[in-house]
Structures are given as C-alpha cells and as structure tokens.
C-alpha cells in the first residue's frame, strides 16, 4: 500500500520539527496507541491496539526516525506484531517546507501487512491504511495548531488533548 499526501500546518517549521521529534506528540497522534517509550536516538518502543475489519489485535513494535535532515526530513519506520492476527510494518518519509502562514508537512506511506489481517484483501487493508495515515497526521495538525477560534477554545475544555504541544512551548 503506498499513500502521498500534504498539509499545510499553521506553524513554524522549527515547531512542527520539535513536535515529530516529540515522544508525547507522537503517542498522542497514533491511533489506538496504549504506550510509547524510547527516545528518537534509540527508536521507541509502542503498544497499538486496533480493529481492521472483523480483526482486532494488540501490537507491540518498534519504531525508529531515520535519514534525519535537521529541520526538513526524517524517516519514520515501524513493525509490529499482533500475535495470531499478523503483523504491520511501514514506513513515512516527511519533509517539511516553508511556506506562507506556516509549514507544509509532505508524507508519502508505504505499508505491508501479513497474516489474517492480509486476507482481508487489500481493499480493506488500504482503507484502513489511509485512515490510520489520515488520522495521525489530524491529530498531529492539531496538537500543533491548537484552537484558533473562541468556539474551539471552548471545545478544549472537553477535548484537552487539543493544541497541548503549541501551549506547551508557548507558541
């Protein structure tokens, strides 16, 4: 499954690189994700769980950033196992550009799956795939961009994950 996509985030590149640089931010972006430790020089460890289809599963992976160019572009790679569900394993490659009121974050996803999940078909596993990919990088607009309009600051007290990394460096 291979998956291209852009957006255009309402921050500062350097803000945007510090937050995929950020554990936190990355455990909150993921869907499903129960937990994440590790550290961007030794990769991160992640607890997922996640229905596709009739399949549900708990995986447990790695994750790792590579091919980091300061500021522009990094690799993020992943693999989990799911027990007797399969197995997941992927990769995004992210740049960031400036642009004009902010950052426009490019990704393009390739991803593999096996197991039962594989014999969903591969118009399941794609869907899935692009609202996973879809999904996580909402999230992480959002937690970047927080609230700009006094109806969603409203919404935060409900939603509190929202614009939490921009409140907490200030921006």
């Known amino acids: 499954m291979d998956l291209s996509d852009s957006r255009d985030i309402k921050a500062s590149p350097a803000h945007v690189w510090a937050a995929i640089l950020d554990p936190d931010v990355l455990k909150a972006c993921v ?41 522009q572009s ?15 394993k992927g990769g995004a490659n992210v740049t960031l550009e400036p642009i004009e009121g902010g950052t426009r974050l490019t990704y393009d996803v390739k991803a593999n799956v096996g197991g039962k999940i594989a014999q969903l078909g591969s118009r399941i596993i794609d869907g899935f795939a692009k609202k996973m990919a879809d999904e996580f990088f909402t999230r992480f607009q ?30």
């Not at 596709?52 to 590579?66: I, W």
């Not at 990094?74 to 997941?88: D, M, V, Y």
């Open 74 to 88: 990094l690799r993020i790679s992943g693999e989990g196992k799911g027990g007797p569900a399969g197995f997941a």
């Open 31 to 71: 869907p499903g994700c129960e937990s994440m430790t590790g550290s961007v020089a030794d990769g991160f460890e992640a607890v997922v769980v996640q229905k596709v289809g009739p399949v549900s599963a708990r995986f447990t992976g790695v994750v790792q950033l590579s091919d980091i160019v300061e500021g």
């Open 142 to 171: 959002d937690a970047v961009e927080g609230p700009d309009s006094e109806e969603e600051i409203a919404e935060e007290t409900t939603e509190k994950k929202k614009g939490w990394f921009k409140r907490m460096i200030g921006a």
